[in-house]
């Protein structure tokens, strides 16, 4: 019978460690969680950047024997086209770059219970 009461004080304080224990590993997780966010955010980022870099270059490749000719025409299309393809990703840069400072900023921690 003495080790059965003394079984039960130690659930009850184990109660208290096993809590501790669980909150520092959702913690942990938690923290984890957050970083695999930003690390994707920053890879989007570089990821359109990227894209938008590319799609200039490849227009100045395609356009500059046409802009020494002369065929304006030509030019100011392509860059039409250009400039709808860029504004596009540019605002999916924004929305990743906003969504990348959000996952940075600190995590308020719920206030506790009373």
Not at 71 to 90: C, M, P, Q, W, Y
Request: with cysteine; glycine share 8%.
């Amino acid at each position: 019978q003495g080790l059965s009461a003394g079984c039960a004080g130690m659930s009850s304080s184990s109660k208290g460690w096993w809590s501790s224990i669980s909150d520092a590993a959702a913690g942990a997780a938690d923290g984890a969680s957050r970083l695999a966010t930003q690390a994707k955010l920053s890879a989007d980022v570089s990821m359109i950047q990227s894209k938008i870099a590319s799609l200039k270059r490849k227009w100045g490749e395609d356009c500059f024997d046409a802009f020494g000719s002369g065929d304006l025409a030509t030019v100011n299309a392509s860059h039409a086209e250009l400039k709808r393809e860029i504004d596009e990703a540019a605002a999916k840069l924004k929305e990743k770059e906003d969504e990348l400072e959000k996952a940075k900023a600190p995590q308020q921690s719920e206030p506790a219970a009373t």
